[in-house]
């Protein structure tokens, strides 16, 4: 069974920095793209940041040049970085990985269970 789990949360002041991790495993096969996902209340679920397995990067232009996605292949893990946060930056953030298995070798998308970011003075 695929499992991803998700930390680095929690809460920090304007202007500061957190890093949230995703690692991935379970029967995986081959790890195809990588990303992060947010959630803040009363709002839809937005892309943050994706990495492909090819190493291509692209990010949401609210996080442009503060944020950075870099994924460690060998870990089966997605980093995000994130810095010089901002309050509109306070949301749930879930990582979605796509994964095929040794069972199932075609990729599926698996969400991590969410981690709480809350930026505040």
């Known amino acids: 069974q695929v499992q991803l789990v998700e930390s680095g949360g929690g809460s920090v002041q304007p202007g500061g920095s957190l890093r949230l991790s995703c690692a991935a495993s379970?029967?995986?096969?081959?790890?195809?793209?990588m990303g992060w996902y947010r959630q803040a209340p009363g709002k839809q679920r937005e892309l943050v940041a994706i990495?492909?397995?090819?190493?291509?990067?692209n990010y949401a232009d609210s996080v442009k040049g503060r944020f950075t996605i870099f994924r460690d292949n060998a870990k089966n893990t997605v980093y995000l970085q994130m810095n010089s946060l901002k309050p509109e930056d306070t949301a749930v953030y879930y990582c979605n990985v796509a994964i095929a298995t040794m069972t199932y070798p075609f990729a599926s998308n698996y969400w991590g269970q969410g981690t709480q970011v809350t930026v505040s003075s």
């Open positions: 990495a492909t397995s090819g190493g291509t990067t």
């Open positions: 379970g029967g995986i096969l081959r790890v195809n793209a």
